[in-house]
């Protein structure tokens, strides 16, 4: 299993774009065969913050993700030229 997080940081006038932005990425990353969870967050205190919970079967599932129309439309194309700031958590899982 492969689990991460990101957290991105967005101008407060695109935070409308942005949450539409990720509703359609997490929509179509959902569907993906290898997808466990995809899960976008926005920070409670920081609504210009967002953190997205992943999940994929393995490093090849995860590698398919990227390479995925969706995901070079709505993060490479979308969200990454609007991000502020970027960085990723990898994450093991203790049980």
């Known amino acids: 299993m492969v689990s991460f997080t990101v957290r ?3 101008a407060s006038e695109d935070r409308a774009d942005m949450a539409e932005t990720l509703r359609q990425l997490a929509e179509a990353s959902r569907k993906e ?3 466990v969870s995809y899960i976008p967050h926005q920070v409670e205190d920081d609504p210009d913050t967002v953190i997205i919970y992943e999940q994929y079967k393995d490093a090849q599932a995860l590698a398919a993700h990227r390479a995925t129309e969706h995901f070079n439309k709505f993060a490479v194309g979308g969200l990454y030229q609007k991000m502020r700031d970027r960085s990723v958590e990898n994450l093991t899982a203790l049980a």
Do not use: A, D, I, V
Request: charged share 15%.
């Open 8 to 10: 991105l940081k967005f």
């Open 33 to 35: 065969p290898g997808c």
